[in-house]
Structures are given as C-alpha cells and as structure tokens.
Nanobody, 114 residues
Framework: QVQFVESGGALVQPGGSLRLSCAASGFIFSAYMMGWYRQAPGNQRDLVAWISTGDSTYYVDSVKGRFTISRDNAKNTVYLQMNSLKSEDTAVYYC????????WGQGTQVTVSS
C-alpha cells in the first residue's frame, strides 16, 4: 500500500535551516509528481512545494526563495530544504502526491522559535 514516512523536523531558531525527508513506498515513485504540505494548528493542510516527474519545481509565494524541493528516484525519497525559517513556518509537514493527495503519514513537526 502507499505509504509516506516524513522525518527531519525539529525546533529551530528564526533564520535557521532544516532539511526534511519523505520516504515513499507502495507505488512507482518516479512516475508521480510529489509535494510537501504543511498544517499549522487550527489551519487546513496546504500544499507549499511540489516537484514534477521531470524535476520542475513550484512553490507558493510564502516559501519561494527560501525552500527547495528535490527528489531522489533511486531512493524513493523527496526532500525539502528550508532556509531562513520564520515563525510562520511552524507546522507539521507532510508529503504526498498532489494529483491524488492522501495516505498521509505521521508528519514531522517543525517549530521555529527563539
């Protein structure tokens, strides 16, 4: 079955960096667009970055220039490099396939605070 396991979240100070990883299984990873989502307390889960099968990348305005999504098809893994972190980036981060979102993993908590 389709599974996603996210990791790499932590408590970090404003301006800091983190690299999130998401290991995927249960489907042909290289054939799917992949995305990172985040959900802050009381908010809906939003897509913030996605990468096509051809490695084209897309970002919402709030993270553009600070976050970088990448993928390693040999490892069935998608990454999110997050730089210049802000308090408003605090959320649980998830990965999934944007065209068929679901099969949510446990997520990984990112907390940006001094």
């Amino acid at each position: 079955q389709v599974q996603f396991v996210e990791s790499g979240g932590a408590l970090v100070q404003p301006g800091g960096s983190l690299r999130l990883s998401c290991a995927a299984s249960g489907f042909i990873f290289s054939a799917y667009m992949m995305g990172w989502y985040r959900q802050a307390p009381g908010n809906q889960r939003d897509l913030v970055a996605w990468i096509s099968t051809g490695d084209s990348t897309y970002y919402v305005d709030s993270v553009k220039g600070r976050f970088t999504i990448s993928r390693d098809n040999a490892k069935n893994t998608v990454y999110l490099q997050m730089n210049s972190l802000k308090s408003e980036d605090t959320a649980v981060y998830y990965c999934s396939r944007p065209r068929t979102p679901g099969n949510w993993g446990q997520g990984t908590q990112v907390t940006v605070s001094s």
